[in-house]
């Protein structure tokens, strides 16, 4: 006897052409999605990793009640790290957001000039472009605050700010009504000193291997640090969301896009290899792509049909099709377009086949 499943193909592409059309175009437009995706992801997050040494990102940062001592200092750096300052001020401006000052950066945590130039004069600012584009900023424009007036002469991006959170312990950035800027040196001596923070990053001397082992060194460090100053705050970089956030979160998307390529494209595979066929003697089950299943039920052997549609399936002509048989028991067909007529056929012995979306078979009994 002929295979009656050899014909299926040539069928269903000529019987239903607009339906694979459509397949054919979703399969290609997801998978160009995600591959897109994921080579500019990839990109992205090894340009993150890069920037960690191209601009001395911290290790982490402290923040002290006074300024550091020359003596303390030294006692500080005995613990295998390397200290700068950074400190900054932080004003409110007149469109209501919170502005944090820094001085330029040239040793740790350097500016990356996006566009424009970095400030020369104490009247000019370089903000942070994120800041700047959502409050509609720009270089050229003015920056108000107080009695303070500023002139915008680059947008930046602070390599510690990769996402703009104000405290640490925030549970998410907020870049409308917060930033940060770089000013120059006379610039920043102008602010109202009264609200100087004083801020600390530090460079470990030989950098941890492993997570666990800068979590150690980090734990001893701020020990260390707090016999020999008062601390107000203490940031190890792992910990520090401006820094790590961006690239947990590319991270992240990397696994979801992953995730949704498999549960996108391989449900569609399965069901362009999935078909039931309904002979005069029995029923055939074929699933897979590659590596083919086939299930045969004989019709002399079968107890009962019935067919389970929910409100969702009748609306869209989709079901679930239960077949008993002496010979295997229980058998389940899933989402099998026109259920009703895949239960005549099998009811009638028709040797038509009856393409589904199916999920591997379970045995109910």
Request: a negative charge.
């Given at each position: 006897m002929k295979n009656p499943l050899r014909k299926r193909i040539p069928r269903e592409l000529k019987g239903e052409f607009g339906k694979y059309l459509v397949v054919?175009?979703?399969?290609?437009?997801?998978?160009g999605f995600v591959s897109g995706f994921l080579v500019a992801d990839g990109s992205m997050l090894k340009a993150?990793?890069?920037?960690?040494?191209?601009?001395?990102?911290?290790?982490?940062n402290f923040r002290t009640a006074e300024k550091v001592y020359r003596s303390q200092w030294k006692d500080i750096e005995a613990s295998g790290v390397k200290l700068y300052e950074n400190f900054y001020i932080e004003e409110e401006l007149d469109n209501g957001s919170t502005m944090r000052f820094f001085r330029n950066r040239e040793q740790v945590n350097k500016v990356c000039l996006m566009k424009g130039e970095l400030p020369q004069a104490k009247d000019e600012i370089a903000i942070?472009?994120?800041?700047?584009?959502?409050?509609a900023l720009t270089?050229?424009?003015?920056?108000?605050?107080?009695?303070?007036?500023?002139?915008?002469?680059?947008?930046?991006?602070?390599s510690d700010y990769s996402a703009l959170f104000q405290n640490n312990n925030d549970t998410m950035f907020d870049s409308i009504k917060f930033g940060v800027a770089v000013v120059t040196p006379d610039g920043f001596a102008q602010l109202n000193q009264d609200l100087l923070q004083y801020d600390y990053a530090w460079v470990y001397d030989e950098k941890p291997v492993t997570e666990k082992e800068e979590k150690d060194r980090s734990e001893d460090l701020m020990k260390a640090v707090g016999k020999i100053v008062t601390l107000e705050d203490f940031t190890p970089q792992y910990l520090n969301q401006a820094i790590r956030f961006t690239g947990d979160?590319?991270?992240?998307?990397?696994?979801?896009?992953?995730?949704?390529?498999?549960?996108?494209?391989?449900?569609?595979?399965?069901?362009?290899?999935?078909?039931?066929?309904v002979t005069s003697d029995r029923v055939?089950?074929?699933?897979?792509?590659?590596?083919?299943?086939?299930?045969?039920?004989?019709?002399?052997?079968?107890?009962?049909?019935?067919?389970?549609?929910?409100?969702i399936g009748r609306m869209l002509h989709y079901g679930t099709v239960h077949i008993s048989s002496y010979e295997l028991g229980g058998l389940q067909f899933d989402r099998v377009p026109h259920p009703h007529d895949?239960?005549?056929?099998?009811?009638?012995?028709?040797?038509?086949?009856?393409p589904s979306i199916v999920k591997p078979i379970t045995n109910l009994l």
């Open positions: 054919f175009l979703m399969m290609v437009l997801t998978i993150y990793n890069d920037s960690f040494d191209k601009y001395n990102i911290e290790n982490g942070d472009r994120m800041y700047a584009a959502n409050n270089v050229g424009d003015t920056l108000t605050g107080g009695s303070h007036e500023w002139k915008i002469t680059g947008l930046v991006a602070l979160d590319m991270g992240s998307d990397r696994a979801m896009v992953t995730v949704l390529l498999v549960w996108v494209v391989m449900p569609v595979l399965r069901w362009l290899g999935s078909c039931i066929v055939v089950f074929r699933q897979g792509v590659f590596r083919k299943e086939t299930l045969s039920v004989s019709l002399a052997w079968l107890q009962a049909v019935d067919v389970e549609q929910s409100l895949l239960e005549s056929f099998v009811r009638s012995g028709s040797a038509e086949p009856v």
